[in-house]
């Protein structure tokens, strides 16, 4: 199997016309894009997947429902259909994702594993059983529904998402429930 290659971006959000394999983005620490999807439910959850115990950065926890690379010339939206069709089996359509905005992150891991990104992140209502989802063995190894509410205790056994992020998230979500 071919390795994906990703858009560089630089540090304030900008494509540069320039792109290079997610090994090569990692280990140089080129900032690029990738997509989060969250899905809620009607009951005011969120859909959580476990990583695997295999992946290099943040084995074993707790993660937003989808996350994933945009390939290089991608657009966000197909990135975020594919990898929600990859790693849970669900079927979207562009209507069923809602943008709402973008991230910054940066984060050295073990072995010089540098995730430089930008998240574009979306929500979704989540409209099937979760014990009915497909997951991709490698990346996810369960899902969890957790009160929204909740959200802001969620520490040791969760990514560590900054401040920032989850209160833009709650803002969003707390728009598209009520």
């Not at 594919?82 to 979207?92: M, S």
Request: some cysteine; aromatic content about 12%; proline content about 3%.
């Amino acid at each position: 199997m071919n390795e994906e290659w990703v858009d560089i971006i630089d540090n304030e959000g900008n494509f540069t016309g320039k792109s290079c394999s997610k090994t090569e983005a990692h280990k140089k620490g080129y900032f690029h894009p990738t997509i989060h999807v969250w899905f809620y439910t009607t009951e005011n959850e969120l859909l959580f997947q476990l990583r695997s115990p295999n992946k290099i950065n943040y084995p074993n926890l707790w993660d937003v429902s989808v996350a994933g690379h945009i390939i290089s010339g991608e657009t966000s939206i197909n990135a975020a259909i594919r990898e929600v069709k990859e790693e849970l089996g669900i079927h979207l359509s562009e209507d069923h994702l809602q943008y709402i905005g973008s991230h910054k992150t940066s984060v050295t891991h073990k072995d010089n594993y540098i995730d430089n990104e930008f998240n574009y992140i979306f929500l979704s209502p989540l409209k099937q059983d979760i014990n009915s989802l497909i997951l991709q063995q490698e990346e996810v190894v369960g899902v969890k529904l957790f009160p929204i509410e909740q959200l802001k205790q969620l520490k040791n056994e969760f990514v560590p998402y900054s401040k920032e992020y989850f209160d833009t998230l709650l803002t969003e979500l707390r728009k598209v429930i009520s």
